[in-house]
């Protein structure tokens, strides 16, 4: 049976690719006069081929520099584009982060700066504070990403101890005026939260940073706190005059893309519905609920009648307890897989839209209700996998990973189930 929709949820997932394109979401928010020179700053994994593409749209001189992930690099004429270590930091990334702030720093009155952010941004720019290492900056995110928190807390905190996140970059490049484009990879589409904000301020201080961490019992060394409670951790606020002239627009979102997915579906002649756009948490627990609601419209015929496509997006986490690989779409399979065991007609495709999941090189999986079986007959237990964070050996075994390579764009998780 998932052979023979897999292509349907394909289809879906790259109508959703496809409405985040970076040539298509910059041409609907540049202004049609292009003709003067500009400075180009940016950072994510789809940094690089918004940056390609902007050159293809501008018409006056650029100059510029971004950074995106390792592999993830495209040629431009004009724009230096760099690579750097994701998710987690490394001396590349600071450097990356120094010739941002060095190329902010050179503007003036009269400049114009374009700034390109993308998902992914937060760990493609490590530059710690004073007092603080790379290591430091390190050990911060690999206890985050451990955490389980969701990210809009992770960047709570991380903002914190940065030279460049939290609006700071935008500060460096006063007197320039700053007009930041963004793909949005977080729920919500709160442009303050992607790659942590470094043009992008928002009201949370070092109390919120300590009120997520005692949330979700996040444990820091001493050398942290202590940092969290100095003056040199407060970041720039919304309220600052230095951002009183610049512009922020979200050129591509999940939203957007969801609706795109829709619309294939019914070209397709096939009902789609959305979800959510902004699904959080632990990614075996979304792959619970997804479950529990396909096996509801299977059943019951609600909360949507069937045949019918369930959409959602947003961006699950994972907490890491064992030491197998995967990622939270990969995870998210590997959970709905065991809760549709032996069920017909429900199968489904979750997948990042950036196209590489956490640690593996898959941009997700498909699963479907013999899925946990085949992972049986390959001489695997899916339920050990899964408490050991083994979600990739799993879907590997089953023979159903989803292998794209980079997109070139992020709007974080793309999800889909089909119930037939």
């Not at 706190?225 to 951790?233: C, G, P, R, T, Y």
């Not at 997948?351 to 049986?376: L, Q, V």
Request: proline share 6%; glycine share 10%; hydrophobic share 40%.
């Amino acid at each position: 049976m998932l052979d023979s929709k897999s292509s349907f949820l394909k289809d879906l997932f790259w109508a959703a690719v496809e409405a985040a394109d970076p040539l298509k979401a910059l041409a609907r928010e540049l202004p049609e006069s292009r003709e003067c020179p500009v400075a180009v700053m940016g950072a994510g994994k789809g940094a690089a081929q918004l940056a390609r593409a902007f050159e293809e749209l501008w018409l006056g001189p650029i100059r510029g520099v971004v950074v995106t992930r390792y592999g993830f690099g495209v040629n431009c004429k004009h724009v230096r584009v760099l690579e750097a270590a994701h998710p987690i930091p490394d001396e590349n990334g600071v450097k990356a982060s120094s010739e941002l702030l060095n190329l902010a720093n050179s503007l003036s009155e009269k400049d114009l700066a374009v700034v390109l952010i993308t998902g992914g941004g937060s760990a493609l720019l490590p530059l710690p504070p004073e007092g603080m290492t790379l290591g430091d900056e390190i050990l911060l995110n690999e206890i985050l990403l451990r955490s389980g928190a969701p990210i809009s807390a992770m960047n709570a905190i991380r903002k914190h101890f940065s030279k460049i996140k939290g609006g700071r970059l935008a500060v460096a490049a006063r007197p320039g005026k700053l007009h930041t484009l963004i793909v949005s990879d977080v729920p919500g589409d709160d442009p303050s939260q992607v790659a942590s904000g470094p043009t992008v301020p928002d009201a949370s201080d070092p109390d919120t940073a300590f009120a997520a961490i005692k949330r979700y019992g996040i444990e820091l060394p001493s050398k942290f706190l202590d940092h969290l409670s100095s003056e040199n951790a407060r970041a720039p606020t919304p309220d600052d005059p230095d951002f009183e002239e610049n512009s922020v627009n979200v050129i591509a979102s999940c939203s957007l893309s969801l609706e795109a997915a829709v619309g294939r579906a019914k070209c397709l002649g096939a009902d789609a519905r959305i979800l959510s756009s902004a699904m959080e948490g632990e990614a075996r627990e979304a792959g619970r609920f997804l479950a529990a609601v396909a096996k509801e419209v299977k059943i019951a015929n609600r909360p949507f009648r069937k045949p019918v496509s369930i959409l959602s997006g947003g961006e699950t986490t994972v907490t890491i307890k064992g030491t197998g690989l995967g990622g939270p779409n990969t995870e998210t399979t590997l959970s709905f897989a065991l809760e549709i065991e032996g069920c017909d007609g429900i199968c489904a495709l979750f997948a990042d839209t950036d196209g590489i999941d956490g640690s593996g090189t898959n941009a997700g999986a498909f699963a479907d209700g013999n899925t946990a079986g085949r992972i049986r007959e390959a001489g695997l237990d899916p339920v050990e996998c899964l408490a050991n964070n083994d979600s990739l050996k799993a879907m590997e075994a089953a023979g159903q990973t989803f292998e794209i390579g980079p997109t070139g764009t992020n709007v974080n998780d793309f999800r889909a189930v089909l119930v037939d």
